[in-house]
């Protein structure tokens, strides 16, 4: 069987893959209309209620609905995963997979039941309560940043780009503008049941791809033959040091507010710690999936474009029909992570950043996704459309500057003053900017400024509490 190093979406497509790929579009947009069906009728003059119905679901989700929309949200940069496992192998399974896991597992047994006393509505919201109104008010800032969808919205732009042949930047725009209006029309809810239709399909996708890749050309004997060593080891050529950094923003799951978000809006801290360790099981089997499908890719089409190699590999191995569903899997993988982010990152533009007088106001959160939708698409430029490089430039920043806080925060409670909060966070911001942008040689080039970020916090940490000891 001959393979291509490009497809064309119009011929390789028949009928029965379009008939399938709108079919699961339709039911996706029919399970939103559903949701909002299903939604109590709340009074126009209770605002509190209706606002935290917008945000939260009311704190309505159900074991079921907490597993779908955590599992869906995770996995919308499927073309950064698949490439990084394209060109490293189970690298790709250790950094965006493994470190993971350990932080999923973190989360469900220690930090859970400490954040339903809260009963906070946002991240920043829960840092307010924990330490003070400053330091709730910069970390809405880190995370405003951290949550702005820009590899998402790359993603899709990547989708519908391969699809019409138009340019990136009209394919973000499109993409981006179908996404802001369901997510304004349903709020949450409507993530949350696009969410349940999207977790199957994504997750069958993967699945079908891995399991007629092994039919066509058998198990793991084939990738060994055919694949470079480095594909099989934990570092795929990398050094320790830098595939550790991996880990340590693995841990920014910790002050992530989209897991924060579902945390909030379960029904109680049973079914979050129940749902979150049902999803790493699904989200390991998932990963397994995407790793070893893009690895088939390199082995069968090695020169074909890293960043698109793993859908035009799916396509020509999948039977009719089959396309259809893989395809509108890979599209739902995107969708469901890029409405969460897209949501989030609204919330915080418009409840944590805004003025009080202003907070609450539904139609601010309108402007406030509409606002992110723009910048989002803006800074998809910026970074010129490299997924990966979004990923570790956020996630340093959040890891280095606001994990450790946090943490801290969870293990001695009331120990961490407002004050000493933003003075470590910033201290942590300062020291990651300067690192990456001065000239390094000989040793200390290979620290990256995600340590350098983590030390600087730390120090941060322990010597205002200190001076605060000595004027004491």
Same mark, same amino acid.
């Not at 004997?221 to 570092?235: D, V």
């Given at each position: 069987m001959k393979f291509d190093l490009e497809v064309n979406y119009k011929t390789i497509l028949n009928s029965t893959d379009w008939y399938v790929?709108?079919?699961?579009?339709? /039911?996706? #947009?029919? +399970?939103?209309?559903?949701?909002?069906? $299903?939604?109590?009728?709340i009074k126009s003059e209770e605002k509190e209620i209706a606002f935290l119905d917008l945000l939260l679901m009311g704190r309505r989700l159900t074991l079921p609905m907490f597993i779908a929309t955590l599992v869906a949200t995770w996995y919308g940069g499927i073309f950064g995963v698949t490439k990084i496992a394209f060109e490293q192998g189970i690298?790709?399974?250790?950094?965006?997979?493994?470190f993971w896991y350990i932080t999923y597992i973190i989360f469900a047994f220690f930090i859970t039941h400490k954040v339903a006393k809260y009963k906070a509505i946002?991240?920043?919201?829960?840092?307010?309560?924990m330490f003070g109104p400053k330091a709730g008010k910069l970390s809405a800032v880190f995370n405003f940043f951290n949550v702005l969808p820009?590899?998402?919205?790359?993603?899709?732009? /990547?989708? #519908?780009? +391969?699809?019409?042949?138009?340019?990136? $930047?009209q394919s973000m725009i499109i993409g981006v503008m179908i996404v802001v209006l369901y997510t304004i029309y349903g709020g949450f809810r409507a993530i949350v049941f696009s969410d349940i239709i999207q977790f199957f399909v994504m997750c069958l996708g993967v699945f079908l791809v891995l399991f007629f890749s092994v039919k066509l050309f058998g198990g793991i004997?084939?990738?060994?033959?055919?694949?470079?060593?480095?594909?099989?080891?934990?570092?795929g050529g990398q050094g320790i040091a830098s595939t550790l950094?991996?880990?340590?923003?693995?841990?920014?799951?910790?002050?992530?507010?989209?897991?924060?978000?579902?945390i909030f809006a379960a029904k109680n801290p049973k079914v979050a710690k129940r749902g979150i360790i049902f999803a790493t099981i699904i989200w390991i089997l998932f990963d397994i999936c995407t790793t070893a499908g893009a690895m088939y890719a390199k082995a069968v089409i090695p020169e074909a474009a890293s960043d698109k190699a793993y859908l035009i590999y799916a396509?020509?191995?999948?039977?009719?029909?089959?396309?259809?569903?893989?395809?509108?899997?890979?599209?739902?993988?995107?969708?469901?992570t890029l409405d969460s982010y897209l949501f989030i990152a609204g919330n915080t533009l418009s409840?944590?950043?805004?003025?009080k007088k202003l907070k609450g106001k539904i139609y601010i959160h309108y402007l406030g996704i509409i606002a992110v939708a723009i910048l989002a698409v803006v800074l998809a430029i910026v970074f010129n459309g490299n997924i990966k490089l979004v990923w570790k430039t956020l996630g340093s920043y959040s890891a280095s500057c606001l994990l450790l806080p946090v943490l801290y925060g969870y293990i001695f409670p009331g120990r961490i003053t407002d004050s000493q909060f933003v003075f470590a966070s910033i201290l942590g911001v300062i020291t990651v900017s300067v690192w990456r942008n001065i000239n390094l040689s000989g040793f200390w080039q290979n620290i990256d400024e995600l340590y350098m970020g983590v030390l600087a916090t730390s120090i941060g940490l322990i010597s205002y509490s200190l001076i605060l000891k000595r004027r004491k």
């Open positions: 790929f709108f079919g699961i579009l339709v /039911l996706t #947009i029919a +399970a939103v209309i559903y949701g909002q069906y $299903l939604k109590k009728k690298f790709n399974f250790i950094t965006q997979g493994f946002t991240l920043p919201d829960l840092v307010e309560k820009i590899a998402y919205v790359i993603s899709i732009g /990547l989708i #519908i780009q +391969a699809f019409f042949g138009i340019t990136l $930047l004997e084939f990738l060994k033959a055919n694949l470079p060593s480095s594909h099989f080891t934990l570092t950094v991996w880990g340590f923003i693995a841990l920014s799951t910790l002050v992530d507010p989209n897991f924060y978000q579902r396509l020509q191995i999948l039977p009719n029909g089959v396309r259809g569903l893989v395809l509108a899997g890979i599209l739902a993988t995107i969708l469901s409840y944590d950043l805004m003025p």
